[in-house]
Every structure is written in structure tokens, then in C-alpha cells.
T-cell receptor, first 114, second 113 residues
Framework: DVKVTQSSRYLVKRTGEKVFLECVQDMDHENMFWYRQDPGLGLRLIYFSYDVKMKEKGDIPEGYSVSREKKERFSLILESASTNQTSMYLC?????????????FGPGTRLTVT | AQSVTQLDSQVPVFEEAPVELRCNYSSSVSVYLFWYVQYPNQGLQLLLK??????LVKGINGFEAEFNKSQTSFHLRKPSVHISDTAEYFCAVSDRGGNKLVFGAGTILRVKS
């Protein structure tokens, strides 16, 4: 079974802090994704990566950056957290590119910025 | 740009009744279509997908969906729901050239006994 794990289920940070959200997958998947989930808005893609050190902006990249130094790990970075970044963050991975390859999701990190 | 509209934010239904969750998409090109389910406190799980071929797609847990190109719809159905089907359901679209999914806002299915 594919397993996507996220470092924290719940996180509380203060405005202006630098925040790291970590995601690890154990199936040697090429692609990894970060989404943000908000009520009434569904999931929106922040960034994705199709290879180590490669990244591409999604639909809402502003205020976020990412890092992928190893194939199994994809980090989302909030350089200076703001209250409007309070949300649920979901990581996903897929074996390769294209819609034929299912995206597998982690359980999510609920981030609260106060 | 592609978009997905899920017409109902919440659908309450009694156990063993049929249910339909509606999804409409807009796209100027051919698409792939997906339904995902999110159980409480969990990540998303793929229910079913339409890539090509038969417009009636069967998925896990007794769910099915029908792709209707003329109506740009991909409604999800189950003939008899269980309490355990209580979850949030997301419709998503991906264009043929892309790796990115565009999700709808989600529909919360509440199954009552």
C-alpha cells in the first residue's frame, strides 16, 4: 500500500513565523503535490514537483515556497505565516505524470496561525 | 481554464435510500474526470475515474458515475447508502495534457438512520 505521511496533524503558529510542513511518501513516486483545503473552496493546488529539485507553481503559490531535495520528501514552507494561511494542508503523490496515475493523499495538517 | 461546480454543498439522506451527487465541469478540451471521497479526519481517496470508453464508470464501495459530454456532467450515484458513506465527496477534472487536478468545492453526504 502507498503511504503518504505528513509530519503533524495539528500545528499552531504565530503570525510572522517561518513554518515548515513535511511530507514523505514511501513508494518511489516521481510526482508530489501540496494542496490547500478550505470549506466551500475545495482543494487548490499550491505547488507540485515532478522530480527532485524540480517544482512548478500551482494555482495559489503566493506566500509559499517548496523544497524537494530527496525523492521521497516534499516540504512546504511559509516564509512568514499570516492568519489567512490558516487552513488544512494536504500532500499527495503519484507514480508518474498524467491523469492515468492516481494521486495518493496524506491525512492532512491543520495549521492555525494566530 | 477548467472549472468544476458541485451543485449541492450538503446532501442529507436516510440509510438505504439512493443518492446522487451532482457535478458539472467546464472545459474547452477533452477531459478526464474523477470522484474522490474524504472520510472524517482522513485524506482523500479515489472513488472512480473516467478516462475514455464507456460513459458509465463503476468505482469502489458500490458507487458509479455517468459521463455526459453534452451536459458536461459527471454525477455520482449509489442505489443504497450506508451510514459509513457519510463523508465529503469531491469531483475533479484534469485536461488530457495535464498533471494537475482542479477540484470542486465538495459535497458533504450525511447518511441518517
Amino acid at each position: 500500500d502507498v503511504k503518504v505521511t505528513q509530519s503533524s496533524r495539528y500545528l499552531v503558529k504565530r503570525t510572522g513565523e517561518k513554518v515548515f510542513l513535511e511530507c514523505v511518501q514511501d513508494m518511489d513516486h516521481e510526482n508530489m503535490f501540496w494542496y490547500r483545503q478550505d470549506p466551500g473552496l475545495g482543494l487548490r493546488l499550491i505547488y507540485f514537483s515532478y522530480d527532485v529539485k524540480m517544482k512548478e507553481k500551482g494555482d495559489i503559490p503566493e506566500g509559499y515556497s517548496v523544497s524537494r531535495e530527496k525523492k521521497e520528501r516534499f516540504s512546504l514552507i511559509l516564509e512568514s505565516a499570516s492568519t489567512n494561511q490558516t487552513s488544512m494542508y494536504l500532500c499527495a503523490s503519484s507514480l508518474s505524470s498524467g491523469p492515468f496515475y492516481e494521486q495518493y493523499f496524506g491525512p492532512g495538517t491543520r495549521l492555525t496561525v494566530t | 481554464a477548467q472549472s468544476v461546480t458541485q451543485l449541492d454543498s450538503q446532501v442529507p439522506v436516510f440509510e438505504e435510500a439512493p443518492v446522487e451527487l451532482r457535478c458539472n465541469y467546464s472545459s474547452s478540451v477533452s477531459v478526464y474526470l474523477f470522484w474522490y471521497v474524504q472520510y472524517p479526519n482522513q485524506g482523500l481517496q479515489l472513488l472512480l475515474k473516467y478516462l475514455s470508453g464507456s460513459t458509465l464508470v463503476k468505482g469502489i464501495n458500490g458507487f458509479e458515475a455517468e459521463f455526459n459530454k453534452s451536459q458536461t456532467s459527471f454525477h455520482l450515484r449509489k442505489p443504497s447508502v450506508h451510514i459509513s458513506d457519510t463523508a465529503e465527496y469531491f469531483c475533479a477534472v484534469s485536461d488530457r495534457g495535464g498533471n494537475k487536478l482542479v477540484f470542486g468545492a465538495g459535497t458533504i453526504l450525511r447518511v441518517k438512520s
